[in-house]
């Protein structure tokens, strides 16, 4: 399938160069001109260098991993180190563990046993968290804390690599935070962009995995050509992205569109035809239960 690249790939290269100079306009000019424009613009370029992360940590633009880590070493998102996303990600690429409670890195599932022991306010929560709405209202901040607490375990138990990761982010937030202390935009409003941020990626990862005893069949395709799919980088046809994980942005339309019934056909149709259908469906729906349906039994190898 070509999935090695080769040289540089400049539609990634440039699209960096855009998602950097749009946020610099949005924290500037458009804060100024009018702050909730400047929010909303902001937050769409903090979701876009999300996603430009997640191709950084997948071997794009460049065939260094260096220079990779290098483009997006400025984090307009604050919260999450590179190196973390990058371990953590790489971790949930093992198809054979997806949506597993213990070993996925990403899943929202819980193991049942765990979640008969929680208190009742916080099944709520979660059972809130489980609908689109209230992914996007709690998930930022559910992740976060999940993500720092459990960070803040390793460097206490000696990880050195999980600390360098948080050394190596500090330094790389200070060029942000100088540039937005500078400019017209509030702290307080560039906090609520970031969050805003963060919530359109929660869109994306929604229902990126299913509880299924195939391993094949864990992963969605949403087949969405509109706004979202762009700073979300197709990242929405999941599956293929999964199979072909080497495979940049720009190239899965195209994959996808060549082989549409291969990849139905081993996801075992696990497909949604675009994010409307998914508003519709779940904002205040939820998609399925927090406790894993059938944890039991999906501990087996990937197909």
Same mark, same amino acid.
Request: charged fraction near 20%; aromatic fraction near 14%; hydrophobic fraction near 45%.
């Given at each position: 399938m070509g999935e090695t690249s080769r040289g540089i790939e400049w539609p990634t290269l440039a699209l960096l160069l855009?998602?950097?100079?749009?946020?610099?306009?949005?924290?500037t000019w458009l804060a100024a001109l009018w702050l909730p424009l400047g929010i909303f613009a902001a937050s769409l370029t903090?979701?876009?260098?999300?996603?430009?992360?997640?191709?950084?940590?997948?071997?794009?633009?460049?065939?260094?991993?260096?220079?990779?880590e290098a483009t997006v070493f400025v984090s307009l998102g604050l919260c999450v180190p590179f190196r973390r996303f990058r371990d953590l990600h790489l971790a949930h690429h093992v198809d054979s563990i997806l949506t597993d409670p213990y070993d996925d890195p990403e899943t929202n599932y819980l193991d049942?046993?765990?979640?008969?022991?929680?208190?009742?306010?916080?099944?709520?929560?979660?059972?809130?968290?489980?609908?689109?709405?209230?992914?996007?209202v709690f998930g930022p901040a559910l992740g976060q804390f999940a993500m720092m607490q459990?960070? !803040?375990? #390793?460097?206490?138990? +000696?990880?050195?690599? =999980? /600390?360098?990761a !948080?050394? #190596?982010?500090?330094? +790389?937030i200070i060029p =942000? /935070?100088?540039?937005?202390?500078?400019?017209?935009?509030?702290?307080?409003?560039? /906090?609520?962009a970031i969050y805003m941020g963060f919530s359109i990626i929660k869109i994306r990862t929604f229902l990126e995995h299913q509880a299924h005893e195939r391993a094949s069949g864990r992963t969605v395709v949403i087949e969405d050509r509109g706004p979202l799919a762009l700073i979300f980088l197709n990242n929405n046809l999941h599956a293929v992205h999964h199979m072909?994980?080497?495979?940049?942005?720009?190239?899965?339309?195209?994959?996808?569109?060549?082989?549409?019934?291969?990849?139905?056909?081993?996801?075992?149709?696990?497909?949604?035809?675009?994010?409307?259908?998914i508003f519709a469906r779940h904002f205040f729906r939820t998609k399925d239960p927090v406790p894993h349906p059938i944890y039991s039994r999906v501990r087996e190898p990937a197909e």
């Open positions: 855009v998602c950097y100079g749009v946020w610099a306009l949005s924290v903090i979701a876009q260098h999300s996603s430009l992360t997640h191709e950084a940590l997948h071997g794009h633009p460049f065939r260094n991993a260096r220079l990779n049942p046993d765990v979640w008969q022991t929680l208190p009742r306010w916080v099944q709520r929560v979660l059972i809130m968290n489980n609908t689109l709405a209230g992914r996007m459990e960070d !803040w375990r #390793l460097i206490r138990a +000696g990880d050195r690599d =999980v /600390l360098v !948080w050394a #190596l982010h500090l330094i +790389g =942000v /935070l100088a540039f937005v202390i500078w400019s017209p935009m509030p702290i307080w409003a560039y /906090l609520i072909h994980p080497s495979v940049p942005w720009y190239k899965l339309p195209d994959l996808w569109a060549r082989n549409r019934e291969k990849f139905l056909g081993r996801n075992q149709n696990y497909y949604y035809a675009s994010y409307r259908d």
